[in-house]
Nanobody, 127 residues
Framework: QLQLVESGGALVEPGGSLRLSCKVS????????IGWFRQAPGKEREGVSC????????DYADSAKGRFAISRDAVKHIVFLEMNSLKPEDTGIYYC????????????????????WGQGTQVTVSS
């Protein structure tokens, strides 16, 4: 059974950077598309970025474009979310999610598309 464990969340000042990690284990890892989502207090969980099974295609929310980058280490089975120029509105719990999918070049940045979730890591952007 696939397991996802997020890490790297922290308190950071506006304009700062963080790199989140999602360790993937328990299944053949390249069967899975991976997504990053976040949830701010009192708000719905929203998509941030996703990476296809092949690792060759990505998608980003408008709020993340130009500031965030998703990538993976295929040897260590870790998916990263590099976040730069952080803003207070980036504050929330960040979750990684996975879906086993036949199409290698597709991911959908929709929380209902992903059935497997990690426990989340807290990111707080504040001075």
């Amino acid at each position: 059974q696939l397991q996802l464990v997020e890490s790297g969340g922290a308190l950071v000042e506006p304009g700062g950077s963080l790199r989140l990690s999602c360790k993937v284990s328990g299944s053949t890892w390249d069967y899975w598309a991976i997504g990053w989502f976040r949830q701010a207090p009192g708000k719905e969980r929203e998509g941030v970025s996703c990476l296809t099974r092949s690792g060759g295609q990505t998608d980003y929310a408008d709020s993340a474009k130009g500031r965030f980058a998703i990538s993976r280490d295929a040897v260590k089975h870790i998916v990263f979310l590099e976040m730069n120029s952080l803003k207070p509105e980036d504050t929330g719990i960040y979750y990684c999610a996975a879906r086993k999918y036949d199409i290698t070049s597709m991911c959908v940045l929709d929380r209902n598309w992903f059935p497997v979730w990690g426990q989340g890591t807290q990111v707080t952007v504040s001075s």
